[in-house]
């Protein structure tokens, strides 16, 4: 059991891959892991999931200087979905992507959890403690900078 887990965890890395974005007619949302035929998509990464791993971090001063950035989506946010996704790519940030589903009880628990009310809509923008429940790309902009997120760049040291 234990040699089986210890392989699922060296694997992980392994399973980042890509995601495949695109639009039906009726403006309908759609993702997988193979491109669609004659639809024009777009194409995003997938990060294997940091979450939990802090506590790993070599010392505190690494642990200090990088602010876990989630994402959190739904099939129904766009455009604003999309536009958070390229200010994110625009600016090299290094984020993790939840999906809000209404029908699964885990993620609406675990979206609640962070943003404090069932009010909130995604797209919103978890960085580390601060959470950012409305798109707007200025604020979301600010937010970033002040975390160390410089365009193409990773957290500033302190």
Do not use: H
Not at 31 to 42: A, K, L, R
Not at 87 to 105: H, I, K, S, T, W
């Amino acid at each position: 059991m234990k040699r089986a887990l210890l392989l699922c965890l060296l694997a992980a890395p392994a399973l980042a891959g890509k995601v495949y974005q695109w639009r039906d007619a009726d403006g309908r949302v759609f993702y997988s892991d193979q491109p669609p035929p004659s639809v024009q998509y777009t194409e995003r990464k997938i990060r294997p999931n940091t979450v939990g791993q802090a506590s790993r971090a070599s010392s505190v001063d690494q642990a200090n200087n990088e602010t876990q950035v989630v994402l959190w989506v739904s099939a129904s946010c766009e455009p604003a979905c999309s536009q958070a996704l390229e200010l994110l790519d625009r600016r090299g940030v290094q984020y993790d992507v939840r999906n809000v589903d209404p029908a699964n009880e885990k993620s609406m628990l675990a979206f609640f959890n962070v943003v404090g009310t069932m009010q909130a809509r995604p797209p919103v923008l978890q960085l580390g403690k601060e959470v950012l429940k409305e798109f707007n790309s200025p604020l979301w902009q600010a937010a970033l900078s002040k975390a160390g997120y410089g365009i193409k760049n990773t957290p500033a040291k302190k």
